[in-house]
């Protein structure tokens, strides 16, 4: 097992990750203030770890919320049904919640422990290869609104999280290329050496082999850790984290919440971003290629969906959350291993790219 | 004009108390990080004073939000147009929300604030006496769930409060004693002389008398900074702010929220407490009967609605927010001008006085 910390004072949590996580009460029970636990989980994911967590967890007064599956349930009538079941059992201030599966999971049951009674306690157990190396990490909770993604939430940090590489054995290999998209992205931006590792490793990745993917889950904590404690609320260089993601949430929102997986979605971004970055000059053609190689090597896209058209780019990406005062920030490679978020490049350089989207 | 600060490190905020305050964009604009600016407000407050503050906020681009009046509407779907409108207006995430109006108006804009884009700034304009007392200082923010109310929400801090009390001259005789109710509760929890200075110009105050209301608010805002200073987020010392709320919020909850105003069940429920101490042996009952006599003095109730018997009490107090594992705390005085939280009291003078509530 491996073990990591997210250091930000008072709110400093542990990062716990190995095999079998799932059946150790010892690494639940420190984070657990009372009796009262409310594990928030989805129709995937119960009918395989549901009842072994509840068996983890038998002396513990459990209520369970099994909730629809994906991406187009991250809203407020699925956040009710938290909050529905929590006062029908009525659990009080010393409550805790546990996330039991993906992202939409995890960012849910956070914004949901983020609200009841003005706040609770919570913990991460994330199943999916994409939420173990991301949105478990870092404390980003909320849902959708119909006109944007995670437009309405909370920074709001977790106890603990649990990383049980074994729950990785039952994810589609879809969800697995999706994972790997954040990993590389972790490489691109702050870890050259890393990029190189993924490189060499990245078939083994595929195939889930243990010591690897344990490894790669482990730096790409260790390194969203740095920057969260760096910027919690993402004031600054926490925005380097959503490289390709201004694209890949217009890539979203255009096919329909769901369609794209969010990993996929964030591979046609990052490509995106790596080709404006060497259409400015930053990086040069071999290390764009590189980059759009290594991404397709996951599994991944590295095209926009076809007939999406700049304009719908254009339109999309005006209500993503780092434009300031109408102006579009990006997320951009200064070089490999080095990413800057910047409203300072040339317009036309984008404007030129977006051009040719989609066609 | 008096000015205080509520102290809390980097969140810290004046509270402005004066009269014609709602002209001073100097006040203002030192809180207001961008160009945009989102005022809610209410269909009762928007006809009297929202053309005023728009005009005071010439320079900026304002987007006006008119929500229905009451605690009713203090919900999700309401709170569901502030976001409508922010991301229909394209606000970033450095909009300022500004709350002009009640209690219900300052929750639910602060909790906005707390949520959209994972958190915005926002500012308090309270103009009823009851939030310029209490709701608008200290963090608290939130709406009602069906089953409890302030039950969703976040401690979230503004960045101002700016209390005109020019704006009391248009509210009913029915509200300014709903307000007197939490400044009474000052005085009952912590403050023995304020609690004379107020037997002795009640008849004045009710009549709005300026300096004396002036004096009241400041004297209110400190008591209530102070407390709010030594425990944000309510782990102890803040829950004593909630004198005779326990029995208050189960007589709102039991009449149907917006049919009592919060200040008299207030009332009524502090009336409750100070019988409820006096049953302990903890006041005399010349002591409970000063209070009881203040209270009615501001023309509050002090005796629970007819027909709302001990078990409605018994059934609507298990979910309030100071339940605690299953266990009642209550706030009670030990003597006047000190109150304690505890659940370490006679559980058969709690049952002995609801045995003849209601009837």
């Given at each position: 097992?491996?073990?990591?910390?997210?250091?930000?004072?008072?709110?400093?949590?542990?990062?716990?990750?190995?095999?079998?996580?799932?059946?150790?009460?010892?690494?639940?029970?420190?984070?657990?203030?009372?009796?009262?636990?409310?594990?928030?989980?989805?129709?995937?994911?119960?009918?395989?770890?549901?009842?072994?967590?509840?068996?983890?967890?038998?002396?513990?007064?459990?209520?369970?919320?099994?909730?629809?599956?994906?991406?187009?349930?991250?809203?407020?009538?699925?956040?009710?049904?938290?909050?529905?079941?929590?006062?029908?059992?009525?659990?009080?201030?010393?409550?805790?919640?546990?996330?039991?599966?993906?992202?939409?999971?995890?960012?849910?049951?956070?914004?949901?422990?983020?609200?009841?009674?003005?706040?609770?306690?919570?913990?991460?157990?994330?199943?999916?290869?994409?939420?173990?190396?991301?949105?478990?990490?870092?404390?980003?909770?909320?849902?959708?609104?119909?006109?944007?993604?995670?437009?309405?939430?909370?920074?709001?940090?977790?106890?603990?999280?649990?990383?049980?590489?074994?729950?990785?054995?039952?994810?589609?290999?879809?969800?697995?290329?999706?994972?790997?998209?954040?990993?590389?992205?972790?490489?691109?931006?702050?870890?050259?050496?890393?990029?190189?590792?993924?490189?060499?490793?990245?078939?083994?990745?595929?195939?889930?082999?243990?010591?690897?993917?344990?490894?790669?889950?482990?730096?790409?904590?260790?390194?969203?850790?740095?920057?969260?404690?760096?910027?919690?609320?993402?004031?600054?260089?926490?925005?380097?984290?959503?490289?390709?993601?201004?694209?890949?949430?217009?890539?979203?929102?255009?096919?329909?919440?769901?369609?794209?997986?969010?990993?996929?979605?964030?591979?046609?971004?990052?490509?995106?971003?790596?080709?404006?970055?060497?259409?400015?000059?930053?990086?040069?053609?071999?290390?764009?290629?590189?980059?759009?190689?290594?991404?397709?090597?996951?599994?991944?896209?590295?095209?926009?969906?076809?007939?999406?058209?700049?304009?719908?780019?254009?339109?999309?990406?005006?209500?993503?959350?780092?434009?300031?005062?109408?102006?579009l920030r990006l997320v951009l490679l200064k070089q490999m291993?080095?990413?800057?978020?910047?409203?300072?490049?040339?317009?036309?350089?984008?404007?030129?790219?977006?051009?040719?989207?989609?066609?």
């Amino acid at each position: 097992m491996q073990q990591l910390t997210v250091n930000l004072d008072d709110r400093s949590y542990p990062i716990h990750i190995g095999s079998g996580l799932l059946g150790q009460v010892e690494l639940l029970a420190p984070h657990i203030a009372g009796r009262q636990v409310c594990i928030v989980t989805d129709d995937t994911v119960a009918p395989l770890y549901l009842q072994r967590l509840c068996q983890t967890l038998a002396d513990y007064a459990v209520v369970p919320v099994v909730l629809p599956t994906g991406e187009a349930f991250k809203n407020w009538s699925t956040l009710q049904q938290i909050f529905d079941a929590l006062l029908a059992a009525r659990h009080d201030r010393r409550t805790t919640l546990i996330a039991l599966g993906g992202g939409v999971i995890g960012d849910m049951t956070g914004f949901a422990a983020a609200c009841y009674q003005r706040g609770v306690d919570f913990i991460q157990i994330p199943t999916t290869l994409l939420s173990q190396v991301d949105s478990s990490v870092g404390g980003k909770t909320g849902i959708n609104h119909p006109a944007g993604k995670n437009m309405i939430g909370a920074f709001y940090q977790p106890k603990a999280v649990l990383i049980d590489t074994d729950s990785l054995r039952t994810l589609p290999a879809r969800e697995v290329s999706a994972g790997l998209a954040e990993i590389i992205k972790y490489g691109l931006i702050r870890d050259r050496q890393f990029l190189d590792w993924l490189e060499q490793h990245m078939p083994a990745l595929r195939e889930l082999e243990p010591a690897l993917i344990t490894e790669a889950i482990a730096r790409s904590c260790a390194i969203k850790a740095e920057v969260v404690a760096a910027d919690e609320r993402e004031g600054g260089v926490r925005a380097i984290l959503n490289l390709g993601h201004t694209f890949g949430h217009a890539i979203e929102a255009h096919q329909g919440y769901g369609n794209w997986l969010h990993g996929e979605a964030v591979g046609a971004g990052m490509a995106m971003a790596l080709e404006l970055s060497q259409r400015l000059g930053w990086l040069s053609e071999a290390e764009q290629q590189r980059g759009v190689t290594l991404i397709a090597a996951a599994g991944l896209p590295v095209t926009p969906p076809r007939g999406m058209l700049g304009e719908d780019f254009k339109r999309l990406m005006a209500v993503d959350k780092k434009v300031l005062d109408g102006q579009l920030r990006l997320v951009l490679l200064k070089q490999m291993g080095e990413a800057v978020v910047t409203a300072d490049f040339d317009g036309q350089a984008l404007h030129s790219m977006l051009a040719v989207a989609g066609r």
